[in-house]
């Protein structure tokens, strides 16, 4: 019992095991990564899995030459890609009948939702991106408002790849730096913040325009 309660503990946790993973395992750790970053996306039930973290983590010991970064790359961007189609595929499929005629949300608010997906959906996938737990629930939300798959798809796509680019390339020419390791929930934090912040601007343009 606790040593699945360890391996539990390591796959929620793989941002901090991570090194420890490398030495023991070596290339196993790739399918481990991309299975990690597929969940955290794809899955509505599991947004507490470690996301910008993880990839910057990866790509600091990508720069030590312990892991390839055009492999992390490609691997992470792949699991970004179809973790949000798959959210948005259960969300488009089953996301309705479960909400709608459980009665856990009133039908006029998904018709409000997917109004707003009209409009703004585009933009809504691609900053949720940079933002834990919105980066999970996003694509699902789509997929219950009947967001247009093409138009998602494309948003899909580019947001997963700045995304992927922002945090692993941050700790590949970063995380090498002491101060940088001595702190970095902070600077996970100021790199979502930094990523965000033209939302904010406009989102605040608009309200002073109203």
């Known amino acids: 019992m606790g040593t699945i309660i360890f391996l539990i503990d390591i796959f929620l946790h793989l941002d901090k095991y991570l090194a420890v993973i490398m030495q023991n395992y070596g ?16 899955l509505v039930v599991t947004p507490f899995l470690p ?19 055009g492999i992390l790359f490609i691997l992470f961007l792949a699991a970004a ?7 948005y595929t259960i969300g488009n499929l089953f996301g309705e009948k479960v909400f709608v005629k459980r009665k856990l949300i009133k039908q006029e ?14 933009k809504t996938i691609f900053l949720g991106r940079f933002i834990p737990i919105v980066r999970t629930f996003a694509p699902f939300v789509a997929g219950v408002s009947k967001m247009n798959y093409s138009r998602f798809l494309m948003f899909n796509i580019l947001g997963a790849i700045v995304w ?6 941050s700790g590949y020419f970063f995380g090498k730096i002491p101060f940088v390791q001595n702190n ?7 790199i979502i913040f930094i990523s ?15």
């Open 27 to 42: 290339l196993a750790v790739y399918p481990l990564l991309f299975l990690v970053v597929l969940f955290e996306t794809g």
């Open 51 to 69: 996301g910008d973290s993880l990839l910057f983590i990866a790509g600091t010991i990508a720069s030590e030459n312990l892991l390839n970064i």
């Open 81 to 87: 890609i179809l973790g949000d189609s798959l959210n």
């Open 109 to 122: 608010h998904l018709d409000k939702t997917k109004e707003f997906y009209k409009k703004y959906g585009g």
């Open 164 to 169: 992927v680019i922002l945090f692993l390339f």
């Open 184 to 190: 970095l929930s902070f600077f996970i934090i100021l």
């Open 196 to 210: 965000i912040l033209p939302a904010i601007i406009a989102f605040l343009k608009h309200k002073k325009k109203k």
